[in-house]
């Protein structure tokens, strides 16, 4: 069965103050690794997708990569607005997405 | 905006009622996905259609049915419903039925009173 453990569970950072987010996975055979930002009651938002090991993504203050056994989201110089709670989600094979429960993000300015 | 339409935002009723969401995917998109989010539970997979078809299913109850109709638009029916069915739920949608990435919708508040 596809496993995903994202730590910490919350995270809570002064503005600039770098850091990073771990998302570590057990699949058969990984299809896709995906990122996802959810502010409170909202959608989550879609940020990244990594297919195989060494890849690295980047938009704005955010960088993903992904090893075969898991997946970091690296956060530079983070502002207030960068608070919420960030999603990782794997698929392997035709398997729907199975999530993991999140890392809350806090910035404080 | 993701481009995929919820409605209604909220929706509050009583144990044992029914009740239907209604989700409208992006331009284009062919495959529709339910997922439930509790404060407990994290988000759950429910079901997925692909162009009309249900294409894999998860922690679905058998309270609980879904459909995609031809425009592609997809309905969640809850019926029987009891306090713990109160969550968020939402739907995603995607350009196929693989391994793309999913485009949320701002989802349904169900309240179960």
Redesign the interface.
């Known amino acids: 069965e596809d496993q995903v453990t994202q730590s910490p569970e919350a995270l809570r950072l002064q503005e600039g103050e770098s850091s990073s987010l771990n998302c570590s996975y057990t699949v058969s055979g990984l299809r896709g690794l995906f990122w996802y930002r959810q502010d409170p009651g909202k959608g989550p938002e879609f940020l990244f997708t990594l297919y195989s090991a060494g890849e690295e993504k980047e938009k704005e203050r955010l960088k993903a990569t992904l090893t075969k056994k898991e997946s970091f989201l690296h956060i530079t110089a983070p502002k207030p607005e960068d608070s919420a709670t960030y999603l990782c989600a794997v698929c392997s094979g035709n398997t729907p997405l199975v999530f993991g429960k999140g890392t809350r993000l806090s910035v404080i300015a | 905006d ?1 481009g ?1 339409t919820q409605t209604p935002k909220h929706l509050i009723t009583a144990t044992g009622q029914r009740v239907t969401l209604r989700c409208s995917p992006r331009s284009g998109d062919l495959s529709v ?1 339910w997922y439930q989010q509790s404060l407990d539970q ?2 759950q ?1 429910l079901i ?1 259609y692909y162009n009309g078809e249900e ?2 299913k ?1 922690n679905i109850l058998e309270r609980f049915s879904a459909q995609q109709f031809p425009d592609l638009h997809s309905e969640l029916n809850l019926s029987s419903l009891e306090l713990g069915d109160s969550a ?1 739920y ?1 739907c ?1 949608s995607s350009v196929s ?11 349904t ?1 169900l309240t179960v009173l």
């Open positions: 993701s995929v996905y994290g988000l997979f997925q294409r894999a998860g968020l939402f995603a039925g693989g391994y793309n990435e999913q485009f949320f919708g701002p989802g508040r």
